[in-house]
């Protein structure tokens, strides 16, 4: 487990979390230009100066995004969020990482092309990096000091090197979400801000023996994210880490805590990929999945839901922050315009945008204008509640697997199928996917990434 000191300094200095970081609908690559005008710049010590607009940038500037790739949410980052920018932006978002790597690694190998902007994952950038591909934005980031950026996602954006190569964008994560009528069926004494795992089990109990049906619900249907549940929150919240305590007696544990808490859970979870429409249904009445994942439900109703952190365990309360950044490739044609437009999405009126039409919360740590619509209020409230808890956890997204993301999620879906749904014996299950989880790592070549401890070359597995 990491010390304490360091989990506070990262802890005190992340802004409220959300996101939409694998969004609902199809993939949508089809570019469309956002001419705008206006804005704002920051001045000399890098604060926001209200009302100055500078010159607009020579020629187009074309971003690629990993994120926003649903024809919708292209089309809320260009009307919402683009639309002051005082030049022209040929914004083109794909779903699929690898639609993103696809049109990225072309440009990269050619050394040229239209690409100008990058907003991506930390996980897509740090490949990146390692190739030498990504320019330092050092002085932007000093010039954008006055913001109120996040100290400790600045470091991130340094990929390990003492260049800035991306400016953090905004951010994500995950929590859970109750209909008010699952309350009174809380265990006696918990408290639904600092719940633990053991207490959820057992309140998915006590609403199966007072209705009759199992109401819990997570997103295990092939589009759920239900891989992201072990990776970031039961593995590190019941071991400490993930890779490298991956088949521990802990993890038994913690297998053994979710083949019990499967007998309160709707058994439709399996075909369930967005929790947001079976809350809304009243099929499940507690779940655990993505901001962007359960915003609809607030949204539609939001006086009869409740939005809560995710509960913590023996190790800590564990949840995924995920981080996007901006970032300007060797190559790109217009390297001033895409600075400008890095100044522009940083400014707290588009990060307040964003946050409004897009559930992707800010990376600043000041107060934004403008109010916010109640169901991201509710989001926002859970998300301070689970950052700010004195044994917070953070557990990053995997970091260079590369073309090994598949694989590697698909070990935790195996282990989960086996051990949940074909009732396997966890301490028999997890020596057998611990060593396919080490054959994807070396596959890959990847490092540990926190909160597994650092260590030279490829991570091994603990078992």
Sequence with gaps: MPSQPITRRLLALVAVLALLVAACGDAGGTATTAPATGGTSPGPDGSPIEGASPAPPSGPITMLSSQFGPVEEQEKVRSDVLANFSGEVEFVAFAESAQFQDRLQAEAQAGSGDISVLGALH??????????????????????????????????GKLGTDQQLYIPWAQATYIMVARNEALEHLPDGADINDLTWEQLTEWGANITEATGDRRLGFPAGEDGLLHRLFQGHTYPAFTGALNTTFGTPAAVEMWTWMKETWQYTNPQSTTYGFMQEPLQSGEVWVAWDHVARLINALEADPESFTAFPVPEGPEGRAFMPVLAGLSIPTWAPNPEGARELIRYLLQPEQQSATLASLAFFPVLTGELPGDLPPAVQAEQEAVAAQIGSDNALPALLPVGLGDQNGAYNQVFKDAFQQIVIENGDPATVLPTQATALQGVLDTAGAACWFPDPEGEGTCQVGQ
Aim: glycine share 12%; hydrophobic share 40%.
């Design 123 to 156: 996980g897509d950038l740090a490949p990146l990096a390692a190739d030498g591909h990504l320019s330092d934005l050092s002085d932007l980031a000093e010039e954008l000091s006055g913001l109120g950026i996040s100290e400790e996602y600045l470091e991130l």
